[in-house]
């Protein structure tokens, strides 16, 4: 299987700061990679998916890929208090007829006011 | 349809008795997957729905675990026998062939006792 993997952090930044967030993954032959956003108590929530080596970006949020480091980030400008929340990267790993999500451990970030 | 709806949200049991979980996906969506999250881990699979057809079931997964998804629609998740290390959220997630991303449901909070 697949390894993703995150620092656990966590991560403090202050409001309107840029959070950065780091995932590494195993496999040089996957093809996409997800972000997800996770408040406390709640179910993840997709925020964005890349594809493509480079940038993409929507709004607030830029995911970055880099397949020859094998390494996908994602920012967050202007940080807001509400974007608390712990933050999974996840590999989409297919096999045979199979497919799913593999995921990181993780990274809590706090945005304090 | 709002998204991925899972019943119940919350369960609480003894240990050695069975439960059941129901997961309802978006209509159109014919990938259904089953995860599980324990407390500081990400998602962790457990299995893979397309259409009716189960094709993948983790290895971590112990025979107590069984799922269906009869007429490709619902899909159910029974544990038999449950031990407290069962105890975890059971999230639910569905997609579409050909699309990249995966929604979750707001999960199921099983605690044995």
């Known amino acids: 299987q697949k390894e993703v993997e995150q620092n656990s952090g966590p991560l403090s930044v202050p ?7 780091n995932c590494t993954y195993s496999d040089r032959g ?18 964005m998916f890349i594809y493509s080596n480079g940038d993409k970006e ?4 830029t995911a970055q890929l880099n397949k020859a480091s094998q390494y996908v980030s994602l920012l967050i400008r202007d940080s807001q208090p509400s974007d608390s929340a712990t933050y999974l990267c996840a590999v989409n790993e297919r096999q045979g007829g199979s497919e799913k999500l593999v995921f990181g451990k993780g990274m ?3 945005v304090n006011p | 349809d709002t998204g991925v709806s899972q019943d119940p949200r919350h369960k609480i049991t ?12 978006i209509s159109e969506h014919n990938r259904l997957y089953w995860y599980r999250q324990t407390l500081g ?3 962790e699979f457990l299995t893979y729905f397309q259409n009716e057809a189960q094709l993948e079931k983790s290895r971590l997964l ?8 009869p007429k490709g629609s619902f899909s159910t998740l029974e544990i038999q026998r449950t ?23 707001q999960g199921t909070r099983l605690t044995v006792v």
């Open chain 1, 15 to 21: 409001e309107g700061a840029i959070a950065s967030l």
């Open chain 1, 30 to 47: 996957s093809q996409s990679f997800f972000w997800y956003r996770q408040y406390s108590g709640k179910s993840p929530e997709l925020i």
């Open chain 1, 58 to 61: 929507d709004g607030r949020f």
């Open chain 1, 108 to 110: 809590k970030l706090t």
């Open chain 2, 14 to 25: 003894k240990r050695g008795q069975n439960v059941t979980f129901r997961c309802d996906p």
């Open chain 2, 41 to 43: 881990q990400g998602p």
């Open chain 2, 62 to 69: 112990s025979d107590r675990f069984s799922a269906e998804r």
């Open chain 2, 83 to 105: 031990e407290q290390g069962d105890s975890a959220m059971y999230l639910c997630a569905s997609s579409w062939t050909g699309a990249l991303e995966a929604f979750f449901g």
